[in-house]
């Protein structure tokens, strides 16, 4: 009896073990996947931001205009999860289309010029938003002109990447279990 006793004992702490290693794994992979996604995004609204930079022109009354529209449908549709928004200190505030009558509140916080920002901004109609941002100043040859570029993505968007990464590697867990 005593060694079936040890054997249950093993067996149980054996079980027990690959359970919490499994479980330690699916969280580290599932959160290694996050980063990636939000990397990838981060890449991609990187992309759009330095085209809304380089479109960026000065006009008359010491703000900037646009010259090109941008070839993503989604900064036209209102509310389509994709938007962008230029602050210039002195001037309007200009904002995609998708943005419809919502402006994005920025945080309060220093900018290095030419860096890249990563924010979680609140979004039209309650959504989360996954923000990157930049502060540029474009030399006039008069007077410079500072300004913020945002451009952000619903969160949900990453969000449901992830929970579908996550169930299959559940799946896939419990048959390596």
Avoid: C
């Avoid at 599932?30 to 759009?48: G, I, P």
Wanted: neutral net charge.
């Amino acid at each position: 009896m005593r060694i079936a006793s040890l054997r249950l004992r093993l067996l149980l702490a054996a079980a027990l073990a690959i359970t919490l290693a499994l479980i330690a794994s699916a969280f580290l992979l599932t959160q290694l996947f996050m980063r990636h996604v939000e990397d990838r995004v981060a890449a991609e609204l990187q992309t759009h931001l330095n085209q809304i930079a380089a479109s960026a022109d000065p006009n008359d009354t010491g703000g900037l205009v646009l010259a090109q529209t941008f070839a993503d449908p989604r900064f036209i549709e209102p509310y389509s999860g994709l938007y962008w928004q230029l602050d210039v200190a002195s001037a309007p505030r200009l904002r995609s289309r998708s943005l419809w009558d919502f402006e994005l509140p920025l945080p309060v916080d220093e900018l290095q010029q030419g860096h890249l920002h990563r924010h979680e901004l609140a979004g039209p109609k309650g959504s989360r938003l996954f923000a990157v941002e930049r502060a540029l100043t474009l030399d006039t040859g008069q007077k410079p002109i500072s300004f913020r570029i945002v451009v952000a993505v619903d969160r949900r968007e990453i969000d449901e990447a992830a929970t579908k990464f996550s169930g299959a590697l559940a799946r896939s867990l419990l048959i390596v279990g």
